[in-house]
Each structure stands twice: as C-alpha cells, then as structure tokens.
C-alpha cells in the first residue's frame, strides 16, 4: 500500500519504484483504482479542473493518508467530490439555493460548502477531512472520477495532487515528477480539460459567498441564482473569513499556494535578465528577449485558455532555473479573477 514513506527503499537505500500510470481508458484503470480505494489507499485521478490526489471521505486512514502525502497541513480542509446530488444529500444538508446552483452546474465546477450530516448511513465524512469543522465542501466532477465515484458508491477526497502549497498538477507527467515515489497509481487521461480548480460558493441567508474564484464566475452563479449582483460577496470573502480563527471553511483560503520555486513578480512591465517571463495575449516587455523563457498563456487573448494552461506554464517557467518569474498583467474580469487570484497565492510570502 502507498505511503508517505515511500520515498527510498529502507533495506537498500535505493529510490522507491515509482507509481504505476495507466490511462484512463484502460481496461484496467478502473478495477484498479477502485480496489485500491476500497482499501484506504490514495490514486491520483484526472478531473476536468486539475489531477486530483483521492482517497475515501469516510476513511480517517485514507485522509490520513492524503495530508500526510501532499504534506498538507491539517487546518486545511478537503473538497469531497460525489457522484450526484443524490449522493450529495446523503452527507451534507442541501438547503433550495444550493440544489438550484448544483442543478445548474453539476457535474462540473462548482464546489458547496454545506452543513454536514451527522446521521448519515454507514458513516460520514470523516472529521479529518473537514478540519473538524461542520461544514463539508462537496463538488461532482465531469469525466472518470465521476464514474469511479458511482462504482464505488463512496465520495472521494481529491485535493490537488502536489506537495502542499507548490504548482498544482494539469497532467500525469505533474503528478509523476513530483509525487510518483509516494503512489501506487496514477490515472491519465491527457491534459486537465479547464486547468485550474473549482469555483467555491457558500450560500448564507441574504445571499451568497464566494470562496475561492474559478471559471464558473459569480455572475454566472448570481443569475442561476436568481440574486442580484449587490448579495454577491466575491472572492476578497475568502482572506477575511480566512483570518476568523477556527476551521477553514474550503481549501483555496491560505495566503501562500500554488507556488513555484522561483518567486513570483506581478504586473511586470519589463523583463529583467535572466528573469523567465509568463505573459499574455501577445504582450512583448521591455528586455524580453534576454528572458531565460518567454511563456504565452494565450496569444489570443483567450481567458479561458490562459487558466487551461496556467499551471502547466508556471511549470515550465520554473523549470528554466530562474530565480524570478515575471508575469505580465491579465484582465481583472470573468475567468482573469480565478488566474489573478492563482498568481497572487503564487507570489504571496512563504
């Protein structure tokens, strides 16, 4: 069974044999995954957000096993990922807004934060993945943790599938560089399809909060709603109920994520040497040409490809060796809130 002390081989001091990649389209993939969740083990698994690192919500060996993989410290709660609301109902309490957002957006997304179920049937989600709080952020993927989800009949905790607060993974070969000598399994199944994690909304009595941005936007959540924009709250929410003390109420809060080694520069308007630089839509700095890397997230000006590719540059960027990423301005608008808020966790102090 996979552990956190996978990382040499005790008896001969050799490196751990790395973990086991099969597609998801395998034959295979599925029995696998599930036999080796059944019995509290972790799988990273493709969604369409990002590479997510699974193990079994009602399973405190399993979460253990998770916190103590990514290093996670253990304030820092876990999305539950279900099959369908159904499920969903089965764990949490699921007040009328919630159910019309999760009709509107599930499977996909979207993550709620909802009340938990202390009377579920055959045990509930276990207060280690909740950070002991009595809330429980639950999401229904796209795509085949869904289907492993409904075979097993078990929600699945699936943060992302990296070291704590470092460069989340859009690809197996991610999760394979940096936690392949931890797991016994990793399922492919290509390039993450959206490429930055869910939307997280909390509804409360006179509107609703968002905790962390993503590609679903508040006006869009607003209008399935049907509130208006001003009972909104955005995304600023998450750093000041973050700063409460107690739980977490959702992942995403912490000031420091999504790291890379180098450090990260915002806003840049030139490029030092030797800097490597992110930019967009085709924006040339001043100096550029002596970057130790030039790294477009769309040339086009596509939004929506610029959080797709995201972390899969900062991931390049970092691997050119440079101390310092410069990252040229992105649009503070629609799905540019979800990637200026990534980059901000990225370049927040360590």
């Avoid at 040339?284 to 970057?291: I, Y």
């Amino acid at each position: 069974m996979a552990s956190a002390d996978r990382q040499d081989d005790r008896s001969t001091g050799a490196p751990a044999p790395m973990a086991r990649v099969l597609r998801a389209d395998d034959p295979h993939a599925l029995d696998q995954a599930a036999e080796l969740l059944a019995r509290g083990d972790v799988v990273a698994l493709p969604t369409e957000t990002v590479y997510g690192l699974a193990g079994v919500s009602t399973r405190s060996d399993a979460i253990a096993r998770i916190y103590a993989v990514k290093r996670r410290p253990s304030h820092n709660p876990l999305i539950s990922h279900v099959a369908d609301m159904a499920m969903a109902e089965r764990y949490a309490h699921m007040d009328e807004m919630s159910f019309r957002l999760a009709q509107a957006f599930w499977p996909g997304p979207l993550t709620l934060v909802l009340p938990l179920r202390r009377d579920a049937a055959g045990g509930g989600i276990t207060p280690a993945s909740t950070a002991g709080g009595d809330t429980a952020a639950l999401r229904a993927p796209r795509g085949f943790a869904q289907g492993l989800i409904a075979r097993l009949d078990l929600p699945l905790a699936m943060p992302s599938a990296n070291r704590s607060g470092r460069i989340s993974p859009t690809s197996a070969r991610h999760v394979l560089d940096d936690l392949g000598a931890n797991l016994s399994l990793i399922v492919d199944a290509g390039p993450a399809e959206i490429g930055v994690e869910s939307t997280v909304a909390r509804v409360r009595r006179d509107g609703i909060d968002i905790l962390r941005a993503g590609v679903i936007t508040p006006d869009q959540i607003a209008a399935a709603a049907g509130l208006e924009p001003a009972q909104m709250a955005g995304p600023g929410t998450a750093s000041a109920l973050a700063g409460q003390g107690g739980p977490l109420l959702s992942p995403g809060m912490l000031g420091s994520h999504y790291a890379p080694r180098a450090l990260l520069r915002l806003e840049a308007r030139d490029v030092a040497p030797g800097e490597a630089l992110i930019t967009f839509a085709g924006q040339v700095l001043p100096g550029q040409a002596q970057a130790a890397g030039v790294f477009d997230l769309s040339p086009s000006g596509d939004l929506a490809e610029a959080a797709r590719r995201l972390f899969e540059l900062l991931h390049a960027a970092d691997a050119t060796g440079a101390a310092m990423i410069a990252v040229a301005p992105i649009p503070d608008h629609g799905i540019g809130v979800a990637i200026r808020d990534r980059l901000a966790r990225a370049a927040a102090p360590r």
